[in-house]
C-alpha cells in the first residue's frame, strides 16, 4: 500500500492500495495497520465505521466536529466521489488549504482527513457508496456544517448538486463558522 502525503492539508494522507483484478472481479486490502503507524497515525484509534450511499450528484458536506474534533478515514468503495478536505485548524501552515480527489470502487484509496477539518463530497456515479472510519463516537450536538458553495472556498463541484439535506442547503458560511467557533 503506498502512502503519500497531503501537500495542501498537512496532516492528510492518500493511501492506495494495489487491487487484484482476475476474471472473478477483484480483491483488496482497503486498512492496513502497518500502513497507517507508518504514517504516524494509531490504527488502534478508529472506533466507528459507516457507510452511505448517494445517486449521481448529491453532495454531502462540508462537514466537521466541534470541540476536539473528529480524524477520519475515507473511501468510496463503490462508484465515484468527487471528495473535498479543507483545512480549518488556525494553528495549521495549510490553514484553509483545499484538497480535492476523485475517490472510486476501482482504486480503493483512502484519505486521512485530520481532526479540524472540513470534508464534503459529490457521488459521480448513479451510484457510490462511502465508507467512514472515525476516531470517536459520533456525537450529532458537535456537528458542523460549512456551505458548500461558499465563495471564499470556491470548491470546483464538478455537478450542479442533485440533492442536499436540509441542514447542508441551509448551512452558514465559512466566516460565521468561523466567527461562532473561534477559529
Known amino acids: 500500500m503506498k502512502v503519500s502525503e497531503v501537500p495542501a492539508v498537512a496532516g492528510a494522507f492518500l493511501f492506495e492500495p494495489t487491487p487484484y483484478a482476475d476474471e472473478r472481479g477483484f480483491f483488496c486490502r482497503t486498512f492496513d495497520a502497518d500502513a497507517v503507524r507508518s504514517a504516524g497515525l494509531d490504527p488502534d ?14 453532495l454531502r458536506g462540508l462537514h466537521l466536529r466541534s470541540g476536539s474534533g473528529e480524524a477520519k478515514l475515507v473511501r468510496c468503495s463503490y462508484g465515484r466521489i468527487f471528495d473535498v478536505v ?3 485548524r488556525p494553528d495549521s501552515p495549510t490553514y484553509l488549504g483545499r484538497a480535492f480527489f476523485e475517490l472510486s470502487g476501482e482504486t480503493q484509496a483512502t484519505v486521512y482527513i485530520p481532526a479540524g477539518c472540513a470534508h464534503g463530497f459529490q457521488a459521480l456515479t448513479e451510484t457510490a457508496d462511502t465508507s467512514y472510519r472515525i476516531d470517536r463516537p459520533h456525537d450529532p450536538a458537535e456537528d458542523v456544517t460549512i ?37
Open 45 to 58: 484509534a478508529f472506533v466507528q465505521d459507516s457507510v452511505s450511499r448517494s445517486v449521481r450528484g448529491v
Open 147 to 183: 456551505a458548500f458553495d461558499d465563495p471564499e472556498l470556491a470548491i470546483p463541484w464538478p455537478l450542479p448538486p442533485a440533492s442536499m439535506s436540509q441542514r447542508d442547503r441551509e448551512a452558514p458560511s465559512l466566516a460565521k463558522v468561523l466567527r461562532k467557533t473561534g477559529s
Open 86 to 88: 479543507v483545512d480549518l
